[in-house]
């Protein structure tokens, strides 16, 4: 079985347009700017060992404010840019309490089950309380990216100022237990 870091997307890999203290996702092709540091990051990651795996909720699609093929040109932009293996997305609101919507873990479900990754040596990289519910729910360590975001805090494995140091720590993390092993 694979390991994988699952990230969220706005507010960890792109920028999160905020206002009055909530996060919320571009909803154009020009809004959509990733984050300083995003690309070397994803990369240490990959060389060691992850899968990279996308989940984000995008609920502007089913309220209207952005169309489908807006935000998949979004992720083909991801795709096509970074060392990303897939992308999850949940199009639903809260009200369709679907199985996909985070804080629900089906995004991460479903690529585990797709990618055989196994999640409880895997980790999730988010930046709100949903994401990091999500992750636990799935077993997987979390990493939140801290913000001030007026809404609850994330009680998560480990606090992160930016994708960047997530990648540090998790890399450090990691060649430190292949040190142990080996030394064994």
Not at 9 to 15: E, P, T
Not at 20 to 39: C, I, Q, T, Y
Not at 53 to 74: C, F, H, L, S, Y
Not at 143 to 164: K, M, P, Q
Request: a negative charge; charged letters at 30%.
């Amino acid at each position: 079985m694979s390991r994988a870091v699952f990230l969220d997307r706005d507010g960890v890999i792109n920028r999160a347009l905020v206002r009055d203290g909530k996060p919320l996702a571009p909803r154009s092709l020009d809004e959509f700017e990733l984050m300083p540091g995003v690309a070397p990051a994803l990369v240490a990651l990959k060389e060691a060992g992850y899968r990279l795996i996308v989940v984000t909720n995008q609920p502007d699609v089913a309220t209207g404010k952005t169309d489908r093929e807006t935000v998949e040109a979004m992720h083909a932009r991801l795709l096509s840019e970074l060392p990303i293996d897939d992308v999850y997305a949940c199009y639903h609101t809260d009200e369709h309490a679907c199985s996909c919507r985070k804080p629900r873990p089906g995004m991460l479900l479903d690529a585990a089950k797709k990618w055989g990754i196994d999640l409880s040596e895997s980790l999730l990289v988010g930046d709100r309380w949903r994401d990091i519910e999500a992750g636990r729910a799935a077993g997987c360590r979390t990493l939140l990216v801290e913000s001030d975001y007026r809404e609850r805090r994330a009680e998560a494995d480990h606090a992160v100022a930016s994708l960047a140091e997530a990648s540090q720590l998790i890399c450090f993390e990691t060649s430190s237990i292949q040190r142990e092993a080996a030394a064994r």
